[in-house]
């Protein structure tokens, strides 16, 4: 069974940060093989794409929204991967998400399309006070 574990959410000022992890377990799951991505949904909102890593650890992409605050990174050896989150605004409070989009044979690629993505954890929440 295929399981992706957020965490690392909580409450933080505006200006702050924080630092999200998502670890994925599964014997089965070949996590280098899959593009990794972040998304986020606040209460009355859809999902909406924050941030992904291709399986090759070094090509990413962002949403403009985030861009400069956030950076995207993993860990194969881990089978993880952190979103690190710097000048929080009360705008980023959200349930974050991570998902796995897998692209063994594209390794410089990620997607912001959620629909791409066939594997999502539970989510971890993040509340920034104003």
């Known amino acids: 069974q295929v399981q992706l574990v957020e965490s690392g959410g909580g409450l933080v000022q505006t200006g702050g940060s924080l630092r999200l992890s998502c670890a994925a377990t599964g014997r089965t799951f070949t996590f280098s093989d899959y593009a990794m991505g972040w998304f986020r949904q606040a209460p009355g909102k859809e999902r909406e794409f924050v941030a992904c890593i291709a399986t090759n650890g070094v090509n990413t992409n962002a949403a403009g929204s985030v861009k400069g605050r956030f950076t995207v990174s993993r860990n194969n050896a881990k089978n993880t991967v952190s979103l690190q989150m710097n000048s929080l605004t009360p705008e980023d409070a959200a349930v974050y998400f991570c998902?796995?989009?897998?692209?063994?044979?594209?390794?410089?690629?990620?997607?912001?399309?959620?629909?791409?993505?066939?594997?999502w954890g539970q989510g971890t929440q993040v509340t920034v006070s104003s």
């Open positions: 998902a796995a989009d897998r692209r063994q044979y594209e390794s410089a690629i990620c997607y912001a399309s959620a629909t791409r993505y066939e594997r």
